[in-house]
Every structure is written in structure tokens, then in C-alpha cells.
């Protein structure tokens, strides 16, 4: 029986744990500030504590609670830090700025707890091996470094060129894994007889063959089969 309780309080603390996360934001799950990231960890810790849980020794209702009530104060500090600026300084703090027109700002390198190996990491990773192509560097608050080149480093854009290339269509995903997605088939304009066509067009029976398919308004559509086991 206790292997029973054991499973059926893994699985009510998944399904809270799911719950909250959704009812929290994607925030949690995307790019996350260093509060929003030890509030994770803190929630999933409890989560796990709740998960073996003994029913006959430990209240399970107030880890439960417990659970809850971190959830609320991060939407608390959410909501606080959209509608107060002050409070969004304070909280989430500020960018730094780590490198500017050639020199290093070692107060906020040291605040940042950032050396040099790891500056220069960090510059190769995003593509600069030479100092002196960075005009600007800064710490975000979620802890990544953004980097603004110097003008004659940036790449060549069609407004550099005094041109005026026409906007491009979004594309949508009209199948993914042999099944056809009514609503982004419907928003490229097209239908089921289109589609179909392009698919014979490229020497495909069944929608079962493919992989993935993309459309735009403008007729283009790139389609990829499933590769065939051999």
C-alpha cells in the first residue's frame, strides 16, 4: 500500500506542479531571471518532498500549501514589478555595462562575478574573436551578455543599400507528423485540394509519408518526408 500512496502522490504532485507552472506563465519556462529561476527549484523541491510524502506521518496538505503559496507570491512580484518601475530596478535589476568603446568597466565585471576568460568566452560564443569588432557589452538581468558591434562590423542590411525588399509572408506549419493543422492550413488561405497537389507534385500518396510540411500565403510550400528505414 505504501508503494500505492507513493505513486498516487507522485502523480498529484505532477499534476499541481503542471498546474501552477501554466498558471504562473511561460515565464518560468523561458527566459528566466535568477529570482524566477531559485523560485523553480524551490517549487519542484517541494513538488518532490510532496511526491514521497507519507500519508500516516507528515501533513500532505501543507506541503500542498506550501506549493501554493510560492506560486502566488511569484505572481505577487510579477504583477508588482509590471506596474512599479522602482520595484522592477529592485527586483529584477538593471543591464551593466561590461565593455564600452574599447574599455572594461571592472566595477560591474566584478559585481557581475564575471573574469576575463569568461568575458571573452562569451564574446567568442556570440561570434566576436576580436575585441575591438564590440562597441558595446552588457549584463542583462537574466544574467546573458548582449553585445552592440562597432558600425563598421555590423553585417550589411538592404536599408545599408538603399533597397526595399519585399516583406516576406510567415510561413505556418500545415503537417507535422502525418497530420494535416486545419486552422494554419486555413490562415495561408489554402485548402485541402492545394495541398494535396503539392503533395503529388512531389511524389507523395500518403499523408503519412511526411515529416513536416510549411506553408506561406504565397504559394510556397517546402515539404520534408519521413526518411524510409532501410
Avoid at 512580484?77 to 512599479?84: A, Q, V
Avoid at 565593455?99 to 571592472?106: A, C, D, E, V, W
Amino acid at each position: 500500500m505504501n508503494l500505492l500512496f507513493i505513486a498516487l502522490s507522485a502523480i498529484f504532485s505532477f499534476a499541481a506542479l503542471f498546474l501552477l507552472t501554466k498558471w504562473m506563465g511561460h515565464r518560468q519556462i523561458s527566459e528566466m531571471s535568477m529570482f524566477d529561476y531559485i523560485t523553480g527549484i524551490t517549487i519542484g523541491s517541494i513538488a518532490a518532498e510532496l511526491s514521497i510524502t507519507d500519508y500516516h506521518k507528515s501533513a500532505f496538505g501543507e506541503i500542498l500549501i506550501a506549493i501554493i503559496i510560492y506560486a502566488v507570491l511569484t505572481i505577487l512580484l510579477s504583477f508588482i514589478t509590471d506596474k512599479s518601475l522602482r520595484a522592477r530596478k529592485w527586483i529584477s535589476g538593471l543591464p551593466c555595462i561590461l565593455f564600452h568603446n574599447g574599455n572594461f568597466h571592472y566595477e560591474n565585471l566584478k559585481k557581475a562575478r564575471i573574469d576575463a576568460s569568461e568575458f571573452i568566452s562569451q564574446c567568442r560564443i556570440n561570434g566576436y574573436f576580436d575585441l575591438s569588432q564590440i562597441q558595446t557589452a552588457l549584463m542583462e538581468p537574466n544574467g546573458k551578455i548582449s553585445f552592440l558591434p562597432v558600425s563598421d562590423e555590423r553585417p550589411l542590411t538592404p536599408r545599408d543599400m538603399q533597397l526595399k525588399p519585399k516583406q516576406e509572408p510567415l510561413p505556418y506549419a500545415i503537417i507535422m507528423d502525418g497530420q494535416i493543422i486545419e486552422a494554419n492550413l486555413q490562415r495561408t488561405g489554402k485548402d485541402r485540394s492545394w495541398l494535396h497537389r503539392q503533395l503529388k507534385a512531389q511524389g507523395i500518396d500518403e499523408l503519412s509519408e511526411v515529416f513536416l510540411a510549411m506553408a506561406d500565403s504565397e504559394n510556397t510550400c517546402h515539404i520534408f518526408p519521413k526518411q524510409k528505414n532501410t
